[in-house]
């Protein structure tokens, strides 16, 4: 046995003696740092929620919320200004019955965003659920923050050195610097 994967097992091993536990109500998910949500992504968009849709996709058996942003900003991707894009999410409240997952983003209609996203040509996803959507928030002239709530995920420790998770706050300005001396979003569709 190799030993990065005696010190994987060590390490769930550890982190199962001492008690770790995903809570019943969180979504286990991989973490992201910054570097790591622009590295993933297609798209990095700045924008609006204008309007939202619940469906049930027969296909997969699952309902899903639809939240059609208009984009304002592109930092990286192949979208432009104007653009309405579809960021399709599970769950949402479909003929009086609510189906909840827990760790998706709160996109508000009327709400202004930034979002990590991957695409199928058809919709768009954030990377990492809730990880992969920022509010934006004008708080005094000129200076514009990004806020986002993780609640109802959980990041599974990992093995070896990590880079720390994405911040829940951060400036637009330094969000824009990120994408820019990165290069640009992950690998296109």
Known sequence: MGS???????????????????????????????????????????????????????????????????????????????????????GGELDGVLSQVPGTARLEVGAEVVVFARTDGAFHYLVGMAQGAFEVRREAPGRVTLRRSTAGLTVPPVAGPTRPLAPDALTLDALRAQVRDQGRAGGQP
């Open 4 to 90: 990065w994967v005696r010190c994987g097992l060590a390490a769930v091993m550890l982190a199962l003696g001492a008690g770790w536990a995903a809570d019943a109500r969180a979504t286990l998910v991989r973490g992201f740092s910054l570097p790591g949500l622009v590295a993933e992504a297609h798209s990095v968009l700045r924008g609006e929620v204008a309007w939202q849709e619940v469906v049930y996709d027969a296909r997969w058996g699952r309902v899903y919320t639809h939240s059609f942003l208009v984009v304002d900003e592109v930092l990286a991707g192949r979208e432009a200004v104007g653009d309405v894009v579809v960021v399709r999410q599970l």
